[in-house]
Structure formats: C-alpha cells, structure tokens
C-alpha cells in the first residue's frame, strides 16, 4: 500500500526541481534548436531533458510504476501504476518567452487518477492533490473551484485547435456564444494551468478539444479534489483519453455544459 500524500510531496519536489531547469534554458533557446512535431506543435531539447529527469526521478520513488509521457522518452506500461507526464505544457510560449508554461504530473492507479502535481514555472506555484485528500492545494494552502453561479458571471478559458480544424466552425460558434454571455473568453496556451486555474477559482470553466491524456490527467483531478466537475463532451466521462474535456465548478457546470454540447456535438 503506497502512502500517496507522501508519493505527491516528493512528486512536488521532481515537478519544481525540472521547473528550475526548464527556466533556466528558456533564454538559451536558439531557433534551430525546435523541432515540429505535426502542424503548430513544437519540441524542444528542453522539453526531452525534462521528461527524461522527470522519469529517472519518478523511477526512484515508484520503481513498478509505468508511462504515459508526451515525448516519449519512456514507453514502458505497468498494469497497476502508470504515470502520465507532459513535461512542458505550453511550448509554444515557452519558445516565445511567454507565460503560461507548466509541468504537469498524474498518477494513475488502473484507470483512476489518484494523484495530480502541477507546476506553473513562470509564477512558482505548485497545485496538488492526492486520492484521500480533503482538497486540493495550491503551494500549501487550500483551494477551491469559484462559487460563480452563472455564465454571465463567468470567466471562461479555452485553447485554440492547432492541427485538428474539422470542429473549428462549431468551436467558433461556441466561442462566440461565451464571448457575448460571459465575463470573457482566455486562451492563455497550457491546458494543464487552464485547469488549476479552474480548480483555484480564477476561471470558472474550462474547454477544449483535440487534447491528449498528458495535458489533462492532472488537471482533471485537481478540478474535481477542489470541488469543481469534468466531463467529456457528452456529460460523459471519457475525458483524458477522449480528446475532450468540459471542466468547471460545479454550480455553472450543467449550464456550461449544455452550451458547449448544444454548439460541438453535431
């Protein structure tokens, strides 16, 4: 039986340690360093260092544990435990010297998410939970989904489709119905800190799609340990390896759902 509040302190301490590591580089990134990986989506040396040190230091503490991990530096699957690691969510604006820009590290125990570690480098802030846990935390103090209770109170944040444009007209009409009804739309660029932000309060509700498990899995959990709901697209519950994700607290979340259902789901 592993001690998971233990497991996410020392999770919180590798995700912080690459963070250092991953600022430290950004102003050392030169253009023939960026490599494209598809259309609009980049990698970086930084970006493979990272995982790679994530993992050896993950491997310490968990050494039955597989990965899930966006660069691919590790590919082994366990049956029980398998990490699921974006080690620099927010490239693109880390090779613009932009912000946000963030570690992003769950763990999961067969097909649930017991842990989450998310590190957004630029501000030093640290959002964590852990399966037990009463909360979700946020560089040691708690935090919480907003009690907004309404669209029209609400500050809503997305992410813009980089590759996969077949929704881009049904997004865009989802766009405009939340830039008309809502307190606003943001699109800061790492769907990782979109969603602790949603769990700490400072959006009330977060989508998107065309995303990967290692963008979310984190996030997701944070979002529900502090009190907020994430669905798919449909209501359901195929959000980390469906490529779509609804979250938000959980009093606008019925509402903002069917929004987004009502414009995306044709």
């Known amino acids: 039986m592993i001690d998971l509040k233990e497991l996410c302190f020392k999770t919180n301490d590798i995700a912080r340690k690459v963070g250092i590591f991953i600022k430290e580089q950004q102003s050392k990134i030169k253009s023939d360093a960026i490599e494209v990986k598809g259309i609009h989506d980049f990698v970086t040396y930084v970006d493979k260092t990272a995982e790679e040190k994530i993992v050896a230091e993950l491997k310490l503490i968990l050494s039955d544990a597989g ?12 049956e029980r435990y398998n990490w699921i690691i974006d080690p620099l969510d927010g490239t693109t604006n880390y090779i613009h010297g932009l912000s946000p820009f963030a570690v992003s590290i769950a763990l999961q125990e067969y097909d649930e998410i017991v842990l989450g ?14 399966k037990g846990a009463p909360e979700a935390y946020l560089n040691g103090k708690t935090i919480s989904v907003s009690k907004a209770n309404s669209i029209d109170s609400s500050l809503i944040a997305t992410g813009f489709p980089y590759s996969n444009y077949d929704q881009l007209k049904t997004f865009m009409a989802s766009l405009e119905y939340f830039i008309i009804n809502s307190h606003g739309v943001r699109r800061p660029g790492s769907a990782a800190t979109d969603l602790a932000y949603v769990a700490c309060g400072r959006f009330e509700a977060f989508y998107e799609y065309s995303l990967q498990p290692w963008d979310v899995a984190a996030g997701s959990f944070l979002v529900s340990q502090a009190g907020g709901k994430v669905c798919d697209f449909k209501g359901g519950k195929n959000f980390i390896f469906g490529r779509e994700i609804i979250a938000s607290n959980a009093i606008v979340h019925d509402e903002f759902k069917n929004v ?7």
């Open 117 to 130: 570690v998310i590190y957004e480098i630029s501000l030093d802030e640290c959002f964590y939970s852990w």
């Open 67 to 78: 990965f899930i991990a966006e660069e691919g530096t590790e590919t082994h699957r366990a």
């Open 260 to 266: 987004v259902i009502q414009h995306m789901i044709k």
